[in-house]
């Protein structure tokens, strides 16, 4: 098999398990392994389009990467402190 068959078909295989894992995978609901999962199905973009091009490949990673980062980090901060104020309202009814 080629090489860059293989850089091409694991790209795939990564984009369909990462974007599955963040979909309907175990944990789903918790952010963090959400984010591995949605970082996982960028690799695998990133691998697909290495197997066409490298420059391509290598400034849509970068991209990719410095978009999504700070977004995925102040979701992940706007749930927990969500969860965080959800426990004290229900703390506060009780008394």
């Known amino acids: ?3 860059c068959e293989v850089i091409l ?3 795939a295989f990564m984009i369909i398990v990462g974007t599955l894992g963040a979909a309907i995978g175990p944990a789903r ?3 963090v392994v959400k984010s591995l999962n949605l970082e996982l199905a960028t690799v695998g973009v990133c691998l697909v389009f290495l197997a066409f091009n490298h420059l391509l490949a290598l400034i849509t990673f970068i991209a990719v990467g410095a ?3 700070p977004i995925l980090m102040r ?3 706007r749930v927990e402190a969500s969860e ?3 426990e004290v309202f229900e703390g506060s009814e009780r008394d």
């Open 9 to 11: 078909y694991t790209g």
């Open 75 to 77: 979701a992940i901060l």
């Open 84 to 86: 965080r104020d959800r």
């Open 1 to 3: 098999m080629h090489e």
């Open 67 to 69: 978009f999504t980062t």
């Open 29 to 31: 609901s918790d952010p």
